[in-house]
């Protein structure tokens, strides 16, 4: 099942605010407000997915400021910033440092869901593999240390004779090992096995 999508619209101007509030809320979405970057901050969860429409200036901490401090934290929320005529080139510098997209103050409506909908298409995609990420976690989680031994060992090709040889243990000990490690990860052949190792080698590159 799909999470749940939010939309974040952060800006100090509240003829703003509401105004997106209203404009969204008409076409099905979930949207939250906020008057400020700090208050974004304090209240964000980055389990919960969707998108981020961002004020460029603002008091306190600028929407530049939030996004980098969202980039420290490894956020990969998508963010559409908005943006007056003389915000360009923080606009472009914003873009460099990942923001999706940036539109400028007068908006047309249909503009802004257009990049909505790109956004959130985008967060669908990090949701899922979030998803992915944790269920690999956890299934290695369910190893003993002596399981894992020998799934680290058989994913990289060595024979259950040799892994006896090198752990001390007979051959029918690493075959009982090896049995749970598959039962565990949910794999049914070697191929399946090495498969997992390296989806779990990718994570940690991450």
């Given at each position: 099942?799909?999470?749940?999508?939010?939309?974040?619209?952060?800006?100090?101007?509240?003829?703003?605010?509401?105004?997106?509030?209203?404009?969204?809320?008409?076409?099905?979405?979930?949207?939250?407000?906020?008057?400020?970057?700090?208050?974004?901050?304090?209240?964000?969860?980055?389990?919960?997915?969707?998108?981020?429409?961002?004020?460029?200036?603002?008091?306190?901490?600028?929407?530049?400021?939030?996004?980098?401090r969202l980039n420290a934290l490894g956020t990969t929320l998508p963010i559409i910033f908005i943006t007056g005529h003389g915000d360009i080139p923080m606009a472009v510098e914003a873009m460099r440092k990942g923001a999706l997209d940036f539109i400028r103050k007068p908006f047309r409506e249909q503009d802004l869901l257009d990049r909505i909908n790109?956004?959130?298409?985008?967060?669908?995609?990090?949701?899922?593999h979030d998803r992915k990420c944790d269920d690999i976690l956890?299934?290695?989680?369910?190893?003993?240390?002596?399981?894992?031994?020998?799934?680290?060992?058989?994913?990289?090709?060595?024979?259950?004779?040799?892994?006896?040889?090198?752990l001390c243990i007979s051959e029918r000990t690493v075959e009982v090992h090896r049995s749970q490690v598959m039962k565990k990860l949910a794999v049914k052949t070697l191929a399946e096995l090495v498969r997992f190792k390296l989806q779990e080698e990718s994570l940690a590159l991450e």
């Amino acid at each position: 099942m799909q999470q749940e999508q939010i939309i974040y619209v952060v800006d100090d101007d509240e003829g703003i605010r509401e105004g997106l509030s209203l404009l969204l809320e008409t076409t099905g979405q979930r949207v939250k407000l906020y008057s400020s970057a700090v208050d974004f901050l304090d209240d964000y969860n980055d389990k919960i997915y969707g998108c981020l429409i961002l004020d460029i200036r603002m008091p306190r901490m600028s929407g530049l400021d939030l996004q980098e401090r969202l980039n420290a934290l490894g956020t990969t929320l998508p963010i559409i910033f908005i943006t007056g005529h003389g915000d360009i080139p923080m606009a472009v510098e914003a873009m460099r440092k990942g923001a999706l997209d940036f539109i400028r103050k007068p908006f047309r409506e249909q503009d802004l869901l257009d990049r909505i909908n790109q956004a959130l298409s985008i967060d669908v995609g990090r949701s899922k593999h979030d998803r992915k990420c944790d269920d690999i976690l956890n299934k290695l989680a369910l190893l003993s240390e002596r399981e894992r031994q020998i799934f680290e060992r058989v994913a990289k090709g060595d024979m259950n004779k040799v892994i006896a040889h090198d752990l001390c243990i007979s051959e029918r000990t690493v075959e009982v090992h090896r049995s749970q490690v598959m039962k565990k990860l949910a794999v049914k052949t070697l191929a399946e096995l090495v498969r997992f190792k390296l989806q779990e080698e990718s994570l940690a590159l991450e």
